[in-house]
């Protein structure tokens, strides 16, 4: 069973930094995209990050370039989101996605139950 | 970025009813070297994480019950439910995935009328 469990999220001052993890289990971890999906509190989906298989390729939405990184721990069945310099409207439940190819162009076909990140004062 | 734009916002239909929601790109999805759109819907319960319906625009996921279907092509897509069920109340969403951002719809909250 595919399973993906988030961690990491909580309450952080703007400017702030906190990683999230997402375990993965229950498939070839190395052979999938990953990606994080947000969601602010009664809005709608956006996706933040994507990574390939290898994780060699990293994708990112223009709103995060440059604060956030994506990486994955193929040893450890572990995706990572690092994120820097936070803002309030970074706050949202973070989702961790499984991909259903390897590369990134691909639908999400298994989601983690997702973290709450709090970015305020 | 690609803009998806989903309607109706909103939707109200009746038990044992055809539910019919739209999604348009803002350019073309298709990938002309394989022929197939890179389009998804996605099903959101409340307080639950998506659920995958459909990839590549058309192609039901494994245990979604064939009342689920999609179609259409390059910038014009469909999620129609043939025969609403009580447990399908929840918000819709679709989401291109060829070329990053991702972007998804704004999604369309169905409920039973």
């Known amino acids: 069973e595919v399973q993906l469990l988030e961690s990491g999220g909580g309450l952080v001052q703007p400017g702030g930094s906190l990683r999230l993890s997402c375990a993965a289990s229950g498939f070839t971890f190395s052979s999938y995209a990953m990606s994080w999906v947000r969601q602010a509190p009664g809005k709608g989906l956006e996706w933040v990050s994507g990574?390939?298989?290898?994780?060699?390729?990293?994708y990112y939405v223009d709103s995060v370039k440059g604060r956030f990184t994506i990486s994955r721990d193929n040893s450890k069945n572990t995706l990572y989101l690092q994120m820097n310099s936070l803002r309030a409207e970074d706050t949202a439940v973070y989702y961790c996605a499984k991909g259903n190819c390897n590369g990134g162009s691909c639908a999400r076909d298994y989601w983690g139950q997702g973290t709450l990140v709090t970015v305020s004062s | 970025d690609i803009v998806m734009t989903q309607s109706p916002d909103s939707l109200a239909v009746s038990l044992g009813e055809r539910a019919t929601i739209k999604c348009k790109s803002s350019?073309?999805?298709?990938?002309?070297?394989?022929?197939?759109?890179?389009l998804g819907w996605y099903q959101q319960k409340p307080g639950q994480p998506p659920k995958l319906l459909i990839y590549w625009a058309s192609t039901r996921e494994s245990g979604v019950p064939d009342r689920f279907s999609g179609s259409g092509s390059g910038t014009d897509f469909t999620l129609t439910i043939s025969s609403l069920q009580a447990e399908d109340v929840a918000v819709y969403y679709c989401?291109?995935?060829?070329?990053?951002?991702?972007?998804f719809g704004q999604g369309t909250k169905l409920e039973i009328k």
């Open positions: 989401q291109q995935y060829y070329s990053t951002p991702q972007t």
């Open positions: 350019q073309s999805v298709l990938y002309s070297s394989n022929n197939k759109n890179y």
């Open positions: 990574i390939s298989g290898s994780g060699g390729s990293t």
